[in-house]
Every structure is written in C-alpha cells, then in structure tokens.
T-cell receptor, first 111, second 112 residues
Framework: QKEVEQDPGPLSVPEGAIVSLNCTYS??????FMWYRQYSRKGPELLMY????GNKEDGRFTAQVDKSSKYISLFIRDSQPSDSATYLC???????????FGSGTRLSIRP | NAGVTQTPKFQVLKTGQSMTLQCAQD?????MYWYRQDPGMGLRLIYY???????DKGEVPNGYNVSRLNKREFSLRLESAAPSQTSVYFC???????????FGSGTRLTVV
C-alpha cells in the first residue's frame, strides 16, 4: 500500500465550478499536510501548508484535513482557467526525514 | 532572489554517456533533494542531503551519484546514462524540518 494515494484524473470542469481534490494516507503519524501546484513544464510550487485537522483558507483555496479518516482535500472556489495544472498532495511526519508526495491530479478548467 | 536554479534545462544524451546536473539555491537552506518525475509515477526521490557534508539514498538511487559541494550546491551525476533514465529531474531545497520544499524548474533529460 502506498503511503499516499491520489486519483490521477484527469479532471475537467467548467470555469466557475467548485473543484475538490483529494488524497488518502496510511500512517497516522503524519502531521503536516501540503498541496503543491505544478504548471506544465514547471516545478511544483507550494500552495497550502497545514498542520492540524480542520480547514485552512487562502483566497479561493481551502485545505481540509481529517486525521480520523486520514483524508485530505483541496477545494478551489470560482475556478479559473489559470488554475489548470497538476495538483500534488504531500505529507510529512516528525518520524520521517522527507516529504512524501502523491502522484498528482491533473486539473483542467474549461472557459 | 533566484530561489533554486537548475542547469541545463534540456539535455539529450546517448546511451553510455555521462553528465552532471547542477543545482544551486540562494536561500541558505540546509536540506536539498533530487527527484525524478515520470508520467504515472509521480515524484520519486533519488538522493537527498540533510545538511552540508551529508548525502543519503532515496527511493531510486541506482545509476546516480550526488555531491553536496557546499551549502548552496547539490549536483546529480549520471555515470553511464541508460534510456530508463529519460525523465524530468527536479532539485528542491528546504529551510527546515517543518517547512515545505522549494523546487527548481527542472531538467528534461532524454537518453537515446
């Protein structure tokens, strides 16, 4: 079983829709949860970083963590064509020496 | 402030040739990482360096070597390139244990 599972997509939605991207993880020791955005032919960039269960909001983006279910989500409100990218979830725990990445979900926002 | 700089951006090698991918960061970060990214495989860790003077193997180290030349620079060497090493290579750095990674823009390597 992979430590982080992420649906690869692709996911295509119309502009203005609410997007939900999700990951599950297997080890309850993980404490830090991140979302990276990767545009085509670019490196991943850190989008959201959260430590605790619950929601963290930043503009149109909301990161949600449910530690009891080992489930993390990224919601994008009022999606724009510029949000078209691959989104990678990532997790880290104090017992691990490095961040573990999901395989990424490719998202396309149709104008 | 350049962040993480990778060179070259593109490279084509013949099987058996060697080359070194260069990575430099100007953020005074302690930890540096090399990943490869392949379709359907996500990011796979090749080697990492938790601090200057130390290096450790990641998930897929075979066929690669690394050098942490100083705090700024972390290079990845392919001694005898193979077609299976065709990939996009990313270097990343990290300020500290509770921080995310900053990635470079990648090197697209094709081995023919």
């Amino acid at each position: 079983q992979k430590e982080v599972e992420q649906d690869p997509g692709p996911l295509s939605v119309p502009e203005g829709a609410i997007v939900s991207l999700n990951c599950t993880y297997s080890n309850s020791a993980f404490q830090y949860f991140m979302w990276y955005r990767q545009y085509s032919r670019k490196g991943p960039e850190l989008l959201m970083y959260t430590y605790s269960s619950g929601n963290k909001e930043d503009g149109r983006f909301t990161a949600q963590v449910d530690k009891s279910s080992k489930y993390i989500s990224l919601f994008i409100r009022d999606s724009q064509p510029s949000d078209s990218a691959t989104y990678l979830c990532a997790i880290w725990g104090s017992s691990a020496s490095k961040i573990i990445f999901g395989s990424g979900t490719r998202l396309s926002i149709r104008p | 402030n350049a962040g993480v700089t990778q060179t070259p951006k593109f490279q084509v090698l013949k099987t058996g040739q060697s080359m070194t991918l260069q990575c430099a960061q100007d953020m005074n970060h302690n930890s540096m990482y090399w990943y490869r990214q392949d379709p359907g495989m996500g990011l796979r860790l090749i080697y990492y360096s938790a601090s200057e003077g130390t290096t450790d193997k990641g998930e897929v180290p075979n066929g690669y070597n690394v050098s942490r030349l100083n705090k700024r620079e972390f290079s990845l060497r392919l001694e005898s390139a193979a077609p299976s090493q065709t990939s996009v290579y990313f270097c990343a750095s990290q300020e500290g244990a509770n921080y995310g990674y900053t990635f470079g823009s990648g090197t697209r390597l094709t081995v023919v």
